[in-house]
């Protein structure tokens, strides 16, 4: 047997007209592919509105010829300039927009070109190393992003590599070519993020184990070209450079005491946690086999291995120790990492494959212990792997297709507090408050952008709210907010905050659960302990025995006008009961007396048309037509469950309703235009499948969906 056929495969060596050249283009070309799929899939991530916004202004100072203005802006002064200014040119491919789209693209497009790149740059040192960092989750999806990872990640491998290229020579002798190309690379590198800086340790571990070829002015004028091309490139520092670079340098480390940090609250060894395992996010995305683990373990092993290339064990032992240290622990820093792990992976490989041909020569135990199918069973078995891998990429392109107009909102990639998202409140100004179990955040929803740089988040820690769990959040008529949280009601109006507790509200506890506004300016507030009224000046509790408002819970509050009175409505665990405001006459229907599996009344909507329907949790989705309810549920209706959790209006005559499954978690959607039913699952739609608490619309018609432990969706249909 041949002693490269250590596996009884019918081909015992690759046909002598393939190249290594050709295993390289085939691994940059999966990477193109793979990189193209997760620039259209991957939705918008934390700080990519950041980005565009700079680079929209880039793009407008540039249309302006106004150098002065590119020189003197300082919104993002954290970070340089470089990338977000290459990102500026896309604005130019149509009329500059913050629409981001198609601007979103074409920026994620020029970061793929440099992942591709990197993943190029690798397999040229090791194949094997290539394949591997091409299959890598997190340096795929940030390298897919318009973020500022991929042209330092491609200028810091380069770095690293050029110089160690520059002394291999074995006459003695630097190749100065190489060396001041990978000074200009490291220039280029600090011009696009100071973090990727820390290749200097790998580069400075070269310099030392090469001292005997390597003179004073050698290393001076290497320092030089850095210098050089790090300020030509950072137009920032054109005027007044110390100062600004101190300014900037500094922010990172006051940084690190930010709210932002202190929110995620990551231990000190998350970073391990990014770099050992895969993207824990976009599971529709990264359907594919990706190989983080398979890195990091591997390579791990190659710290031990590695004789040849050293400096590779001084990048990534450094680059991990320095994220380790750093109080800031973004997934995105491990990417600092990557490239030398991959390579360590890659050697390591190949070492075990040389390994093992070298036992087989002597030993000949692979032809003894595996079996030597014929070539017609090689043949059948790559059939069947190439149709279960179409059919695999159809199935999910398919998929992809079902999610157009779906994005998916979760914290790690939005500056969302929580995953659970209980109320959505859009206010006048077209700013969506969002309720969730961590603060409330107030986003801008501008059109294809659900956030924008001006966020801000409201927690116990940095403002009145009495708790983090906001489980209501109402706009009044002058402006103000009302949120309502597990330990009281608060008033937010400018930078003024009011609290009330239980006492205040004269009830026995404040779990606030509702919260209206009637058209006289009265503020109705329902507990898990009974309903009250704000008149403006003081509060007054709402009892009564028959409505169930006598300290029991209070789920939802709807106000409908009529032309015999202004009717408040309350959603109970009993029912519903609804209040003549003229009349002071009540109006119940005692639901849980005839509804098996009842849980209450989830919610209550009034319509366009001034009608009003109830989400139940047991007996469907209610509407009152004046005179009474009619209710739909599944004995005499096409209605998909009984449990409705949610509806709201989302144009005239079309409701959205929410739905749970009642004994199991999770939850759908499902459209109803007074006739046909539509419902929205993971498996015809981009809905994650988490319970929805909330619905909403804003300004632009686009429909927002809050879930219990999913974060927040939003739809918009998409055109054509």
């Not at 954290?78 to 789209?101: A, D, Q």
């Not at 006598?550 to 009993?574: C, K, N």
Request: net charge negative; no cysteine.
């Amino acid at each position: 047997m041949s002693s490269d056929n250590i596996l009884n495969f019918p081909i015992s060596r690759m046909p002598r007209w393939w190249r290594r050249g050709y295993t390289i283009a085939l691994i940059v070309l999966m990477s193109a592919l793979l990189h193209a799929w997760t620039v259209w899939q991957l939705p918008l991530d934390y700080d990519e509105p950041v980005y565009l916004q700079a680079a929209w202004n880039y793009a407008e100072a540039i249309k302006a010829g106004d150098l002065a203005r590119i020189v003197n802006y300082s919104a993002n002064q954290e970070h340089p300039p470089l990338v977000k200014l290459l990102y500026s040119l896309t604005f130019f491919v149509g009329e500059p927009s913050l629409s981001f789209p198609p601007e979103l693209y074409s920026s994620r497009i020029v970061s793929a070109i440099f992942g591709v790149l990197a993943v190029w740059l690798i397999a040229n040192i090791n194949p094997t190393a290539g394949f591997l960092f091409a299959l890598h989750s997190f340096a795929l999806k940030y390298t897919s992003q318009a973020y500022l990872e991929a042209l330092p990640l491609l200028m810091a491998t380069g770095a690293v590599l050029a110089a160690a290229q520059a002394l291999r020579a074995e006459d003695g002798q630097v190749s100065r070519r190489w060396w001041y190309l990978s000074a200009a690379a490291l220039g280029i590198t600090a011009a696009s993020k100071y973090t990727y800086l820390l290749v200097l340790a790998p580069i400075l571990h070269l310099m030392i184990a090469g001292r005997r070829r390597l003179n004073w002015q050698m290393v001076f004028l290497y320092g030089l070209v850095v210098l050089g091309v790090f300020w030509a490139l950072n137009p920032y520092l054109w005027r007044d450079p110390i100062s600004r670079l101190y300014d900037s340098l500094t922010f990172h480390a006051s940084y690190t005491q930010s709210v932002d940090v202190a929110r995620e609250a990551y231990p000190w060894y998350q970073p391990l946690i990014w770099v050992s395992s895969s993207v824990p996010w976009h599971p529709g995305v990264f359907f594919f086999f990706t190989l983080d683990e398979v890195i990091f373990w591997v390579g791990t092993v190659g710290i031990f291995l590695e004789g040849r290339r050293p400096y590779l064990v001084t990048w990534y032992l450094v680059g991990l120790a320095a994220l380790l240290l750093w109080p800031t622990k973004w997934p995105q820093y491990s990417l600092v990492v990557i490239p030398p792990l991959a390579l360590l992976a890659g050697g390591t490989l190949r070492w075990a494959v040389r390994w093992a041909v070298e036992q087989n020569q002597y030993w000949d135990y692979m032809g003894e212990l595996l079996p030597q199918p014929p070539k017609a069973f090689w043949v059948l078995l790559a059939v069947v792997a190439l149709a279960l891998g179409t059919g695999k990429v159809v199935y999910e392109y398919e998929k992809a297709l079902y999610r157009r107009g779906w994005t998916s909102i979760i914290p790690e990639g939005a500056p969302l507090p929580g995953r659970s998202v209980y109320d959505l409140q859009v206010t006048r100004s077209g700013r969506m408050a969002v309720a969730t179990e961590r603060g409330l955040a107030l986003w801008s929803a501008q059109a294809k952008v659900p956030w924008e740089a001006d966020t801000v988040i409201y927690t116990a820690g940095n403002s009145g709210l009495p708790d983090n769990h906001v489980y209501a959040v109402l706009e009044d008529a002058s402006g103000g907010l009302w949120l309502g949280t597990n330990r009281g009601l608060s008033y937010v109006r400018g930078e003024v905050w009011t609290t009330y507790r239980a006492e205040d509200l004269g009830l026995a506890g404040a779990h606030v659960r509702a919260l209206a506004e009637d058209s006289q300016g009265r503020v109705w507030v329902g507990t898990l302990s009974g309903a009250s009224r704000w008149d403006g000046t003081a509060w007054q509790p709402q009892s009564s025995e028959e409505a169930g408002l006598d300290g029991s819970p209070v789920f939802a509050i709807a106000v409908q006008p009529a032309a015999e009175g202004e009717r408040v409505w309350f959603g109970t665990l009993r029912g519903i009961a609804g209040l003549n405001l003229s009349t002071g006459e009540w109006t119940v229907e005692h639901i849980n007396q005839r509804t098996a599996g009842w849980d209450g009344v989830a919610d209550l909507m009034v319509d366009s048309e001034g009608t009003l329907w109830a989400a139940t949790i047991g007996a469907g989705l209610g509407r009152w037509d004046g005179q009474g309810w009619t209710f739909y549920h599944l004995g005499n209706s096409e209605i998909p469950s009984n449990f409705v959790r949610r509806v709201e209006e989302v144009r005239p005559g079309v409701l959205w309703l929410g739905f749970d499954y009642g004994t199991q978690p999770g939850g759908f959607l499902a459209s109803f235009d007074g006739q046909n039913w539509r419902q929205y699952t993971p498996n015809n739609s981009g809905y994650t499948g988490g319970e929805p608490l909330a619905l909403e619309v804003d300004l632009l018609g686009r429909i927002w969906i809050g879930t219990a432990t999913s974060g927040l969706q939003t739809y918009e249909a998409p055109e054509g």
